[in-house]
Nanobody, 123 residues
Framework: VQLQASGGGSVQAGGSLRLSCAAS????????RAWFRQAPGKEREFVAA????????AYADSVKGRFTISRDNSKDTLYLQMNSLKPEDTAVYYC?????????????????WGQGTQVTVSS
């Protein structure tokens, strides 16, 4: 396993969770990394991305102002701080890594994927 996502769980609306995505077997510290999510019956969608140095980020409009993506290249780990969670945030969250360092957000730009972690937000 190269990318391992963790930190998912069940929370009530308004609550917070912090997802982590650790790399193993190879390093992704030079590459853009991102979070995507897939809700039941829906296609996987972009959530947030961060370039290799952490200086540039991008967010889906639906999470802007509530979620914060960050990375610690010394630990080769990606994070997603999720605040003010809503029931519509319920999904399986996947971490991903591109093969270059500039900021991208298309699913096709990411070649390495983690196994996903479930986030459930109840009203």
């Amino acid at each position: 396993v190269q990318l391992q996502a963790s930190g998912g769980g069940s929370v009530q609306a308004g609550g917070s969770l912090r997802l982590s995505c650790a790399a193993s077997g190879r390093t992704f510290s030079s590459y853009t990394r991102a979070w995507f999510r897939q809700a039941p019956g829906k296609e996987r969608e972009f959530v947030a991305a961060i370039n290799w140095s952490g200086t540039n980020t991008a967010y889906a409009d639906s999470v802007k102002g509530r979620f914060t993506i960050s990375r610690d290249n010394s630990k080769d780990t990606l994070y997603l701080q999720m605040n003010s969670l809503k029931p519509e945030d319920t999904a399986v969250y996947y971490c991903a890594a591109a093969t270059f360092g500039w900021l991208v957000r298309r699913e096709s730009d990411f070649g390495s994927w983690g196994q996903g972690t479930q986030v459930t937000v109840s009203s």
